[in-house]
């Protein structure tokens, strides 16, 4: 079996394969971990009444994974090519050949798409506030976004930034309650209600955003440091077009066993259609498959 990706879809997957006995061998193409890394502090993963940090919560299913013998590669999957019984995958490092295969690769962080994102991105944007925050120590920064990942960002930053701007295009945040409570009592964050970004502007670092209110129009231009871009994923099937039904948002679709439209292959977490994107549903998620895997092969 071949699972590609070492989030906790994929972990998860690999610690019931392994267990199974089945040869198994996960692929990543970064660190061990996935998305959730960037958290410094997950709260709602059932078993962690104080909370644990993303790094501390995958290491651990690493280990898990490993003791029962999964193996792991470093490499980007380039192709998927199912050949009659055996699934083909390209990799970055040579060609793995699985009977079953588990796609677990997650997602990419969306990008604004506004003049001055690419060119300053490093220089001033950053799509992750745990990795870059501490660049920020009593700067201006602003956080472009509503949902769960733009709130804690915000949240995050002000442990660092003097002060934040939190921009969202609607007056009403996605974010989960209890994280909202949290942002709205935090005297750092300032909201920048029904407000798009129209460009990035700065000279060797970003030293200002333009911002244009979605209803009347008006433009206006804020001075900042740092733009943290929080507006949600996509998922990461570049590769899989023509291999795997996906939906209209680009994601696997699958059955209640994690059954894609192609025999032998199932899909786990944030790329298959309908995912809630949290960890607990990966990891359940990659059970299933795992499970669904082996009673395909017959074991
Ligand atoms: P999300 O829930 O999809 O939210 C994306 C946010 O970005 C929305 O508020 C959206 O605005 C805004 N947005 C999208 N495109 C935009 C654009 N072009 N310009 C400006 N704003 C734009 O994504 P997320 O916050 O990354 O969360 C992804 C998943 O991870 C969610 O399921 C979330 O629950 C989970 N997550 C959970 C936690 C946690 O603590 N439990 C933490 C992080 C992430 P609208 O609201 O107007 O659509």
Redesign the pocket.
Known sequence: MVIIGGGPAGLSAGIYASRGRLKTILIEKGAIGGAIVN?SL???YPGFPDGVSGIDLTQAMYRQAVKFGLETVTAEVTAVVPEAEVKLVRTTEGDYRARALIIAGGSER?K??VPGEAEFTGRGVSYCATCDGAFFRDKVVAV???????V?DALELTHFARKVFLI???HE????RV?QERALNEKKIEFVWES??TEIKGEKFVNTIRLRHVKTGAENELAVDGVFV????YPATAYLKGVVALDSNGAVVVNEKMETSARGIFAAGDIRSGS???VISAAGDGAVAAVSAAAYLGV
């Open positions: 958290a997950v709260e709602n969306a604004l798409g472009v976004g509503g949902g769960d990942s733009a804690t969202h295009r609607r945040l996605r974010a989960t994280l798009a970004v929080s507006v949600g994923n809630i994107r949290q």
